[in-house]
Protein backbone atom coordinates (compact mmCIF):
# COMPACT_ATOMS: atom_id res chain seq x y z
CA UNK A 1 0.00 0.00 0.00
CA UNK A 2 0.95 3.45 -0.77
CA UNK A 3 2.22 5.61 2.21
CA UNK A 4 0.64 9.08 2.44
CA UNK A 5 2.97 11.30 1.70
CA UNK A 6 0.68 14.84 1.36
CA UNK A 7 2.20 15.45 -2.03
CA UNK A 8 6.12 15.35 -2.76
CA UNK A 9 8.82 15.59 0.00
CA UNK A 10 9.28 19.54 -1.19
CA UNK A 11 7.26 21.89 0.05
CA UNK A 12 4.86 23.55 -2.51
CA UNK A 13 6.81 26.78 -3.81
CA UNK A 14 3.72 29.25 -2.96
CA UNK A 15 3.03 27.55 0.39
CA UNK A 16 7.11 28.12 1.09
CA UNK A 17 7.05 31.60 -0.09
CA UNK A 18 3.94 32.63 2.02
CA UNK A 19 5.21 31.01 4.74
CA UNK A 20 8.38 33.60 5.04
CA UNK A 21 6.34 36.36 4.26
CA UNK A 22 3.80 35.62 7.26
CA UNK A 23 6.91 34.61 9.48
CA UNK A 24 8.28 38.27 9.22
CA UNK A 25 4.84 39.55 9.63
CA UNK A 26 4.29 37.55 12.34
CA UNK A 27 7.45 39.63 14.14
CA UNK A 28 5.95 43.19 13.82
CA UNK A 29 4.77 43.89 17.09
CA UNK A 30 1.35 46.29 16.15
CA UNK A 31 -0.46 42.54 14.58
CA UNK A 32 1.06 40.26 17.37
CA UNK A 33 -1.32 40.69 19.92
CA UNK A 34 -4.18 40.56 17.68
CA UNK A 35 -2.65 37.01 16.24
CA UNK A 36 -1.88 35.46 20.04
CA UNK A 37 -5.41 36.96 20.70
CA UNK A 38 -7.16 34.81 18.14
CA UNK A 39 -4.88 31.91 18.20
CA UNK A 40 -6.03 32.06 21.91
CA UNK A 41 -9.51 31.61 21.27
CA UNK A 42 -9.15 28.96 18.62
CA UNK A 43 -6.81 27.13 21.07
CA UNK A 44 -9.41 26.64 23.68
CA UNK A 45 -12.62 26.21 20.91
CA UNK A 46 -10.76 23.08 19.79
CA UNK A 47 -9.93 21.83 23.52
CA UNK A 48 -13.55 21.98 23.75
CA UNK A 49 -14.13 20.26 20.22
CA UNK A 50 -11.86 16.94 21.32
CA UNK A 51 -13.11 17.25 24.46
CA UNK A 52 -17.09 17.56 23.23
CA UNK A 53 -15.83 14.43 21.00
CA UNK A 54 -15.90 11.62 23.57
CA UNK A 55 -12.85 10.32 22.00
CA UNK A 56 -14.89 9.24 18.57
CA UNK A 57 -13.18 9.55 15.47
CA UNK A 58 -14.36 9.49 11.72
CA UNK A 59 -10.55 9.54 10.56
CA UNK A 60 -8.09 6.57 11.55
CA UNK A 61 -5.35 7.24 9.51
CA UNK A 62 -4.36 9.96 7.12
CA UNK A 63 -5.18 7.95 4.13
CA UNK A 64 -8.71 8.09 4.95
CA UNK A 65 -8.39 11.87 5.19
CA UNK A 66 -6.39 11.84 1.84
CA UNK A 67 -9.53 10.12 0.51
CA UNK A 68 -11.38 12.77 1.24
CA UNK A 69 -9.74 15.70 -0.84
CA UNK A 70 -11.82 15.69 -3.28
CA UNK A 71 -14.73 15.63 -1.34
CA UNK A 72 -13.33 18.57 0.82
CA UNK A 73 -12.22 20.60 -2.44
CA UNK A 74 -16.49 20.47 -3.89
CA UNK A 75 -17.28 21.47 -0.38
CA UNK A 76 -15.21 24.64 -0.21
CA UNK A 77 -15.39 25.52 -3.68
CA UNK A 78 -18.77 26.59 -3.49
CA UNK A 79 -17.44 30.04 -1.17
CA UNK A 80 -16.39 31.27 -4.95
CA UNK A 81 -19.33 32.75 -5.94
CA UNK A 82 -19.76 34.36 -1.81
CA UNK A 83 -16.05 35.60 -2.57
CA UNK A 84 -17.14 37.24 -6.10
CA UNK A 85 -20.51 38.51 -4.82
CA UNK A 86 -18.61 41.09 -2.15
CA UNK A 87 -15.63 41.39 -3.96
CA UNK A 88 -17.88 44.68 -5.49
CA UNK A 89 -14.83 46.11 -7.31
CA UNK A 90 -13.78 42.68 -8.59
CA UNK A 91 -10.25 43.18 -8.13
CA UNK A 92 -9.94 40.29 -6.34
CA UNK A 93 -9.78 40.88 -2.90
CA UNK A 94 -12.60 41.84 -0.31
CA UNK A 95 -11.53 44.91 1.57
CA UNK A 96 -12.60 45.86 5.22
CA UNK A 97 -16.10 47.79 3.89
CA UNK A 98 -16.57 44.61 1.75
CA UNK A 99 -16.19 41.97 4.51
CA UNK A 100 -18.54 44.14 6.86
CA UNK A 101 -21.24 44.05 4.04
CA UNK A 102 -20.30 39.96 3.53
CA UNK A 103 -20.55 39.57 7.36
CA UNK A 104 -23.90 41.42 7.40
CA UNK A 105 -25.56 40.37 4.60
CA UNK A 106 -25.00 36.40 6.47
CA UNK A 107 -25.81 38.09 9.60
CA UNK A 108 -22.52 36.81 11.42
CA UNK A 109 -22.80 39.51 14.31
CA UNK A 110 -19.27 40.28 15.03
CA UNK A 111 -17.68 42.77 17.33
CA UNK A 112 -15.59 45.70 15.79
CA UNK A 113 -12.48 44.29 17.45
CA UNK A 114 -13.22 41.19 16.43
CA UNK A 115 -13.49 42.07 13.06
CA UNK A 116 -10.23 43.33 13.14
CA UNK A 117 -8.56 40.20 14.28
CA UNK A 118 -10.30 38.31 12.05
CA UNK A 119 -8.69 40.49 8.90
CA UNK A 120 -5.38 41.23 10.06
CA UNK A 121 -4.87 37.45 11.33
CA UNK A 122 -6.27 36.08 7.74
CA UNK A 123 -5.16 38.88 5.57
CA UNK A 124 -1.52 36.50 5.59
CA UNK A 125 0.19 38.71 2.98
CA UNK A 126 -0.19 41.88 4.25
CA UNK A 127 -2.30 43.48 1.16
CA UNK A 128 -4.89 44.80 2.91
CA UNK A 129 -7.59 43.15 1.30
CA UNK A 130 -8.80 38.99 1.73
CA UNK A 131 -7.85 37.15 -1.14
CA UNK A 132 -10.24 33.75 -1.99
CA UNK A 133 -8.02 31.38 0.14
CA UNK A 134 -7.86 33.85 3.10
CA UNK A 135 -11.75 34.20 2.60
CA UNK A 136 -12.37 30.36 3.06
CA UNK A 137 -9.80 30.48 6.00
CA UNK A 138 -11.72 33.34 7.51
CA UNK A 139 -14.98 31.88 6.82
CA UNK A 140 -13.92 28.46 8.73
CA UNK A 141 -12.60 30.34 11.70
CA UNK A 142 -15.68 32.65 12.40
CA UNK A 143 -17.67 28.69 12.18
CA UNK A 144 -15.53 27.85 14.68
CA UNK A 145 -15.73 30.88 17.00
CA UNK A 146 -19.37 31.51 17.08
CA UNK A 147 -21.39 30.49 19.30
CA UNK A 148 -24.51 27.76 18.04
CA UNK A 149 -27.65 29.83 17.70
CA UNK A 150 -30.11 28.75 20.55
CA UNK A 151 -32.48 27.47 17.79
CA UNK A 152 -31.14 24.50 16.19
CA UNK A 153 -32.80 25.12 13.13
CA UNK A 154 -30.93 27.87 12.22
CA UNK A 155 -27.64 26.82 11.08
CA UNK A 156 -24.25 29.25 11.64
CA UNK A 157 -23.44 30.21 8.12
CA UNK A 158 -26.98 29.37 6.73
CA UNK A 159 -25.33 26.85 4.71
CA UNK A 160 -26.00 23.21 5.83
CA UNK A 161 -22.71 21.82 3.12
CA UNK A 162 -20.23 23.97 3.97
CA UNK A 163 -20.48 23.92 7.80
CA UNK A 164 -20.33 19.88 7.39
CA UNK A 165 -17.46 20.88 5.13
CA UNK A 166 -15.96 23.15 8.55
CA UNK A 167 -16.67 20.22 10.78
CA UNK A 168 -14.51 17.60 9.44
CA UNK A 169 -12.04 20.10 8.39
CA UNK A 170 -11.61 20.42 12.46
CA UNK A 171 -12.16 16.72 12.70
CA UNK A 172 -9.16 16.71 10.99
CA UNK A 173 -7.23 18.90 12.97
CA UNK A 174 -8.22 16.98 16.23
CA UNK A 175 -7.26 13.79 14.55
CA UNK A 176 -3.58 15.45 14.07
CA UNK A 177 -3.63 16.79 18.11
CA UNK A 178 -2.80 13.72 19.63
CA UNK A 179 -2.43 15.34 22.86
CA UNK A 180 -5.80 17.75 22.76
CA UNK A 181 -4.41 20.77 23.57
CA UNK A 182 -5.71 22.73 20.99
CA UNK A 183 -2.40 22.98 18.84
CA UNK A 184 0.09 20.27 16.47
CA UNK A 185 3.65 19.95 17.31
CA UNK A 186 5.92 17.48 15.28
CA UNK A 187 5.62 14.89 17.60
CA UNK A 188 1.54 14.61 16.62
CA UNK A 189 2.45 14.86 13.11
CA UNK A 190 5.15 12.11 13.03
CA UNK A 191 2.69 10.08 15.20
CA UNK A 192 -0.31 10.76 13.35
CA UNK A 193 1.42 9.88 9.46
CA UNK A 194 2.69 6.57 10.26
CA UNK A 195 -0.27 5.57 12.68
CA UNK A 196 -1.90 3.90 9.19
CA UNK A 197 0.46 0.97 10.24
CA UNK A 198 3.39 0.22 11.91
CA UNK A 199 5.11 -0.81 8.63
CA UNK A 200 4.24 2.20 6.63
CA UNK A 201 5.68 4.90 7.90
CA UNK A 202 6.52 8.36 5.99
CA UNK A 203 9.92 9.12 5.89
CA UNK A 204 11.02 11.68 8.22
CA UNK A 205 12.10 14.60 5.88
CA UNK A 206 8.32 14.69 4.21
CA UNK A 207 6.96 14.72 7.99
CA UNK A 208 9.70 17.74 8.49
CA UNK A 209 8.32 19.42 5.15
CA UNK A 210 4.80 19.18 6.19
CA UNK A 211 5.23 20.43 9.56
CA UNK A 212 7.66 23.32 8.59
CA UNK A 213 4.89 24.43 5.86
CA UNK A 214 2.18 24.71 8.88
CA UNK A 215 4.60 26.28 11.56
CA UNK A 216 5.06 29.56 10.11
CA UNK A 217 6.43 31.67 13.12
CA UNK A 218 8.90 28.85 13.95
CA UNK A 219 7.50 27.93 17.52
CA UNK A 220 7.31 24.14 17.24
CA UNK A 221 3.49 24.84 17.36
CA UNK A 222 0.93 25.18 14.89
CA UNK A 223 -2.48 26.70 15.41
CA UNK A 224 -6.08 26.00 13.93
CA UNK A 225 -5.25 28.94 11.79
CA UNK A 226 -2.16 27.98 10.54
CA UNK A 227 -3.22 24.66 9.95
CA UNK A 228 -6.29 26.14 7.87
CA UNK A 229 -3.67 27.80 5.35
CA UNK A 230 -1.94 24.80 5.04
CA UNK A 231 -4.39 22.28 5.10
CA UNK A 232 -6.44 24.20 2.06
CA UNK A 233 -2.95 24.23 -0.21
CA UNK A 234 -2.71 20.73 -0.06
CA UNK A 235 -6.82 19.96 -1.21
CA UNK A 236 -6.00 22.53 -3.78
CA UNK A 237 -8.67 25.30 -4.27
CA UNK A 238 -8.27 27.14 -7.69
CA UNK A 239 -10.24 30.67 -7.51
CA UNK A 240 -10.20 29.96 -11.67
CA UNK A 241 -11.97 26.96 -11.89
CA UNK A 242 -15.68 27.35 -12.35
CA UNK A 243 -17.03 28.16 -9.11
CA UNK A 244 -20.84 25.93 -8.26
CA UNK A 245 -23.00 28.67 -6.73
CA UNK A 246 -24.19 27.60 -3.11
CA UNK A 247 -27.32 29.34 -3.41
CA UNK A 248 -28.15 28.70 0.51
CA UNK A 249 -24.81 31.35 1.52
CA UNK A 250 -25.28 33.72 -1.38
CA UNK A 251 -29.24 34.23 -0.36
Not at 10 to 17: F, G, I, T, V
Not at 172 to 182: A, E, S
Request: hydrophobic share 35%.
Amino acid sequence: MKVFSLGTSQPCPSLKSLSKKVGSMLCRGSSTSKYKRLDAKLEKKMVEAKRGSSGYQNFKSINSIILKFPQFREGLKNIGSVFEQYDEDSNGTIDREELKKCLQKLQLHLTEEEVEDLFHSCDIDGSEGIQFNEFIVLLCLIYLLKEPSSNHTTSRLGSPQLEATFDTIIEVFMFLDKNGNGKLNKKDMVKALNETSPWEKSPSHITKSRFKEMDWDKNGKVSFREFLFAFINWVGIDMDEDMPLDRNLKK
